[in-house]
């Protein structure tokens, strides 16, 4: 019997196309949805719709019965309206929105599309770990970084976030190898008074339960463990699980694990946020902590704020207000040059 063709909806127009004005009747992918009021009160649905080139945010301002409690996040959708400019960036004013099945739409066009390299990113991360010195320090980077496939394959795909830095695929690992690369440099800076593998240790985990803490097959999004536990006291845990899976293997330690350092590394974890009101349990109380605190701030910042940049589509000077900073930036040559 010959298969039933399935009458799939292909995407003609893709966000990175979009342009002011332009009508639209095609299927995107819902990333985020909620619902607000406008000045009237009157409640409107903010969408943020997704396909493989981008992101563009969306509003539905008739039908909100209709649609609400099925227009979630990772639902497809078939979406008619029109691309006006607000604030500086594109929107769409939806006019109708179908439900699509998975098996409508061609999964592809969906899914972002990793603009890094991840084999070269891991490689250059992994001299990093060759170069370390003490044996305790470099066995733990090499127990995860190396010999843990499942780890390692979800560093090679895991954005740093959901929306405020490195949200993208691989971002993560780009996160981890520029914050390890400026430690580097402030190591040698500084010389000899600074524990350098401690800071890499910093560097590699400061961040890798993120790995479990959000999940990013399709949309990215914060899993139970991540809402319960967090990717602070999750890092935790991998160092603990694996400093005993090393002690238990005959030969591959010099000794047994020292608590010192078994208990510094944590705390590099535990205090990389800086502040309690930021999530972090303990505030930094070791120069290696508080360096790679403050590293950890200044790549995420240098990250969210270029991204923030490179998007603004307003023939301005200016980006449109920035609401983590609570700023305008001045959209320089040298950043808007070279997207
Ligand atoms: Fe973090
Ligand atoms: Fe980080």
Redesign the pocket.
């Given at each position: 019997m010959p298969m039933p063709i399935l009458n799939k909806k292909l995407k003609t127009q893709f966000v990175r196309d979009l342009k002011d004005k332009d009508q639209v009747q095609n299927p995107f992918l819902v990333k985020t949805s909620s619902v607000g009021l406008d000045k009237n009160s009157k409640p409107f649905m903010n969408l943020i719709l997704m396909d493989k080139t981008g992101e563009v945010e969306a509003r539905v301002w008739d039908d909100l019965s209709r649609h609400g409690g099925q227009v979630n996040a990772d639902a497809f959708i078939w979406v008619e309206g029109k691309v006006q400019l607000y604030q500086g960036r594109r929107q769409v004013v939806v006019k109708s929105i179908q439900i699509l099945r998975e098996d409508e739409v061609e999964l592809n066009e969906f899914l972002v599309e990793a603009r890094l390299n991840a084999e070269t990113l891991y490689k250059e991360l992994l001299q990093f770990v060759h170069s370390m010195k003490d044996p305790f320090y470099k066995a733990l980077a090499e127990s995860v970084l190396i010999d843990d496939a499942e780890i390692v394959s979800k560093i090679k795909r895991a954005p740093a976030a959901k929306s405020v830095h490195h949200a993208y695929p691989v971002g993560l690992l780009e996160h981890m190898l520029s914050v390890t690369g400026l430690l580097d440099k402030i190591s040698s800076h500084y010389g000899s008074f600074l524990d350098r593998d401690l800071m890499f240790l910093g560097g590699f985990f400061?961040?890798i339960g993120k790995i479990w803490e959000l999940s990013y097959d399709r949309v990215v999004d914060y899993t139970d463990e991540g809402k319960l536990i967090g990717?602070l006291v999750m890092g935790v845990e991998l160092v603990e699980r694996k400093i005993n899976s090393l002690e238990a293997q005959v030969g591959r330690l010099p000794g047994a694990f020292p608590l010192e350092k078994r208990l510094l590394i944590k705390h590099v974890i535990l205090a990389?946020?800086g502040q309690y009101e930021y999530g972090s349990p303990k505030r930094p109380k070791c120069l290696e902590a508080l360096l790679v605190h403050y590293v950890?701030d200044l790549d995420s910042k240098v990250n969210s704020i270029r991204m923030f940049v490179e998007k603004d589509e307003s023939a301005s000077r200016w980006t449109g207000l920035n609401k983590q900073y609570e700023r305008y930036f001045y959209k320089s040559d040298s950043l808007v040059g070279h997207k």
């Open positions: 400061h961040d990717h990389h946020h950890d």
